[in-house]
């Protein structure tokens, strides 16, 4: 059974930084891309940023370039997402999921799996 689980949301002023996690199980995780989404109330699921099996390559959505960095570690099964300087628009509940798709894709419909999420909210 596959399993992503999120943690590292939680509630702080703008310009501060979090960094979240995401542990998987349940799959060769050194395979897969994996990729962080997040959803606003009354939003859409948006793209955040993603990251390929190896590492080898990273994509940013234009709103947190800069500002936010996508690592893994293959060898924990985990990917991170590292967010500085955070602004309250950020304010969302945050998803990483996972592509057997070797390129970067930012839609999440080409995810196989995702996790239940994070809460990440921005106080101003």
């Known amino acids: 059974q596959v399993q992503l689980v999120e943690s590292g949301g939680g509630l702080v002023q703008a310009g501060g930084s979090l960094r979240l996690s995401c542990a998987a199980s349940g799959l060769p995780f050194s395979s897969f891309g994996m990729g962080w989404f997040r959803q606003a109330p009354g939003k859409e699921r948006e793209f955040v940023a993603a990251?390929?099996?190896?590492?080898?390559?990273?994509y940013y959505a234009e709103s947190v370039k800069g500002r936010f960095t996508i690592a893994r570690d293959n060898a924990k099964n985990t990917v991170y997402l590292q967010i500085n300087s955070l602004k309250p628009e950020d304010t969302a509940f945050y998803y990483c999921?996972?592509?057997?798709?070797?390129?970067?894709?930012?839609?999440?419909?080409?995810?196989?799996?995702w996790g239940q999420g994070t809460q990440v909210t921005v106080s101003s």
């Open positions: 999921q996972a592509t057997k798709t070797l390129v970067i894709v930012t839609t999440s419909a080409a995810y196989n799996y």
């Open positions: 990251i390929t099996w190896s590492g080898g390559r990273t």
